[in-house]
């Protein structure tokens, strides 16, 4: 690889495939799992079976997989996981729900003691939504900490936050660093070059401490991000130059999605159904 990436410019579509799917063959270290199927979103009560029957479709291809909440049956995510062999990042829902809030930790705290956490994720981008200060947060993240004494803890947000608050990530044991070139607009061309300084930025932020890509990844269809164009080779591309470099340098990479989801065009537009490797029905979609 150069620093770049790979030279795509003489690799045709099917050979591009063939990378892809080659690389999951293999397995890749991540991935953010929803066990959502068509018509469902948050708010909807989920079964361990929906859960495992999922988890089947992606399971040989992934050693982790990394979760978003602790209620509405998410909290059965972690067992299930293990018993399918898979590590868990496992992730507790904050917002201004406070009472919902409490409902996340102490389920998550209870799976962990169950032994189905290897990383406990305290919260997801609850900063850069500007829904908790950073001493609501940090209260949040000391409570597990104090609960679970063998257990990584961390929080996840956009890099660029681990420089903003580093409050936040000093208490944090792990640093859980999301990187999008999408959203902020980078050409595909320039993308591997984008997500290696922003995970050079949150290296920097966590000052010697463990940094994991928890979400990356590119939509293969959709409304461009300015000059961020979703197309099914540029998505192909993404997912290659990912985990080349992620092997390279051994970094540890969650990429974003399992499976494309509908219900995100409420808060993304059209281009937030199509981030999935999988489909909406759960069909890989590089074969």
Not at 176 to 192: I, K, T, V
Request: proline share 3%.
């Amino acid at each position: 690889m150069s620093l770049a990436g790979v030279n795509f410019s003489n690799l045709t579509t099917e050979e591009l495939r063939k990378l892809a799917v080659h690389i999951l063959t293999e397995k890749i270290h991540g991935i953010s799992f929803s066990p959502y199927t068509e018509g469902q979103k948050p708010g909807a009560e989920i079964t361990e079976q929906q859960i495992n029957d999922r988890l089947d479709l992606i399971k040989t291809n992934v050693n982790w997989v990394r979760s978003f909440s602790c209620t509405e049956g998410n909290q059965h995510t972690p067992k299930v996981a293990k018993e399918n062999g898979l590590n868990t990042l496992v992730g507790v829902w904050l917002d201004g729900d406070l009472e919902n809030n409490e409902k996340e930790l102490t389920n998550a705290i209870e799976v962990a003691r169950a032994g189905h956490v290897d990383i406990l994720a305290v919260g997801n981008e609850v900063l850069l939504r500007g829904e908790l200060t950073e001493d609501e947060l940090i209260a949040y993240i000391n409570r597990a900490k104090q609960a679970l004494p063998g257990v990584e803890v961390g929080y996840v947000d956009a890099y660029f936050k681990f420089e903003d608050y580093p409050k936040v990530t000093e208490a944090c044991d792990v640093i859980l660093a999301n990187c999008y070139p999408f959203w902020e607009g980078c050409p595909a061309d320039y993308s591997l070059l984008y997500m290696k300084d922003m995970h050079r930025r949150a290296v920097k932020a966590g000052k010697g401490k463990r940094v994991i890509i928890t979400e990356t990844g590119w939509p293969n269809l959709g409304t461009a991000e300015r000059g961020a164009v979703p197309s099914f080779d540029n998505a192909l591309k993404y997912f290659i130059n990912t985990y080349l470099w992620a092997e390279e340098e051994s970094i540890e990479i969650f990429y974003f999605s399992s499976f494309d989801e509908t219900w995100k065009i409420e808060d993304e537009g059209d281009v937030g159904a199509y981030w999935g490797l999988w489909d909406k029905d759960g069909k890989l979609k590089y074969v």
